[in-house]
């Protein structure tokens, strides 16, 4: 399979993409699917309890759907609760009528796009309970969501078949919300790295401090330690001036 680093990428490719499968699934796969997607890496049993510890954790069940409402808090239940009632009726139409309107949606008739809108709202819910206790809070979820099916359609065009358009709907909401998540791990990512570096930087001015029985200044810190001034003062910035070792005055 390569190198280390392209057996890394590929593991991480192959977790992200039953991990879609599964939410396409209703959020379940089974270990054989698990088993037979990794086959080629060879996995030691303690290394596939980790890929299904991942898999849990990401409100994926193995062999059995997950209960929808578990990673649920208070908060976010009666939000739910509030949601579902305002929407309540919206949408109440037969097989035959979804098609029509459904049809009618694929041939651009903006009242038939509106009314498809309020069809699959009931659908968005659902879809946002996979994602729970991921970083991301359920009303920004289903917000994510309204937003992909409004913007979805009025791209019916796309497919051709209007028995496509469950499949194709859900799809553009799935790929709003991971994408959400996502943009949340990167910003708790970031926020660690810059509690890091502040800590890194007020650590060595303290250090420095006691040694010098002074404050130090930007320079001497540059000078000790062979960092660019710049993530200094990006540390300092970040801390909002308040590293207590470092003087300011210089």
Same mark, same amino acid.
């Given at each position: 399979?390569?190198? %280390?680093?392209?057996?890394?990428?590929?593991?991480?490719?192959?977790?992200? $993409?039953?991990?879609?499968?599964?939410?396409?699934?209703?959020?379940?796969?089974?270990?054989?699917?698990?088993?037979?997607?990794?086959?080629?890496?060879?996995?030691?049993?303690?290394?596939?309890?980790?890929?299904?510890? @991942? %898999? $849990?954790?990401? /409100?994926?069940?193995?062999?059995?759907?997950?209960?929808?409402?578990?990673?649920?808090?208070?908060?976010? $239940? /009666? @939000?739910?609760?509030?949601?579902?009632?305002? #929407?309540?009726?919206?949408?109440?139409?037969?097989?035959?009528?979804?098609?029509?309107?459904? #049809?009618?949606?694929?041939? =651009?008739?903006?009242?038939?796009? /509106?009314?498809? #809108?309020?069809?699959?709202?009931?659908?968005?819910?659902?879809? !946002?309970?996979?994602?729970?206790?991921?970083?991301?809070?359920?009303?920004?979820?289903?917000?994510? =969501? /309204?937003?992909?099916?409004? +913007? =979805?359609?009025?791209?019916?065009?796309?497919?051709?078949?209007?028995?496509?358009?469950?499949?194709?709907? !859900? +799809?553009?909401?799935?790929?709003?919300?991971?994408?959400?998540? !996502?943009?949340?791990?990167?910003?708790? !990512?970031?926020?660690?790295?810059?509690?890091?570096?502040?800590?890194?930087?007020?650590?060595?001015?303290?250090?420095?401090?006691?040694?010098?029985?002074?404050?130090?200044?930007?320079?001497?810190?540059?000078?000790?330690? =062979?960092?660019?001034?710049?993530? #200094? %003062?990006?540390?300092?910035?970040?801390?909002?001036? $308040?590293?207590?070792?470092?003087?300011?005055?210089?």
């Amino acid at each position: 399979m390569g190198t %280390l680093e392209n057996k890394e990428v590929e593991f991480a490719k192959t977790l992200e $993409k039953i991990t879609r499968n599964a939410r396409e699934n209703g959020n379940v796969i089974s270990e054989d699917q698990i088993k037979e997607a990794f086959e080629e890496f060879d996995l030691a049993d303690s290394q596939l309890e980790m890929v299904y510890d @991942y %898999l $849990k954790k990401h /409100n994926v069940g193995i062999g059995e759907q997950p209960d929808p409402d578990e990673y649920l808090s208070d908060e976010e $239940k /009666n @939000y739910l609760d509030e949601y579902l009632e305002s #929407i309540q009726g919206l949408g109440d139409v037969t097989d035959g009528q979804k098609e029509g309107i459904t #049809i009618s949606a694929m041939a =651009g008739d903006i009242n038939a796009q /509106n009314q498809l #809108i309020e069809i699959y709202l009931k659908m968005v819910p659902d879809i !946002a309970k996979m994602y729970a206790e991921q970083g991301v809070y359920l009303e920004d979820l289903i917000g994510e =969501g /309204n937003e992909a099916l409004i +913007k =979805g359609v009025k791209m019916l065009e796309a497919i051709e078949a209007p028995s496509e358009a469950d499949e194709f709907l !859900a +799809k553009l909401m799935m790929d709003a919300m991971e994408e959400a998540v !996502a943009e949340s791990l990167d910003e708790d !990512a970031r926020g660690q790295k810059a509690v890091k570096q502040v800590q890194e930087v007020a650590d060595r001015a303290k250090e420095m401090a006691e040694s010098l029985r002074r404050k130090v200044t930007v320079e001497e810190l540059v000078q000790e330690t =062979g960092w660019d001034e710049e993530k #200094i %003062l990006e540390a300092i910035r970040m801390s909002g001036n $308040k590293i207590e070792d470092i003087d300011y005055t210089e």
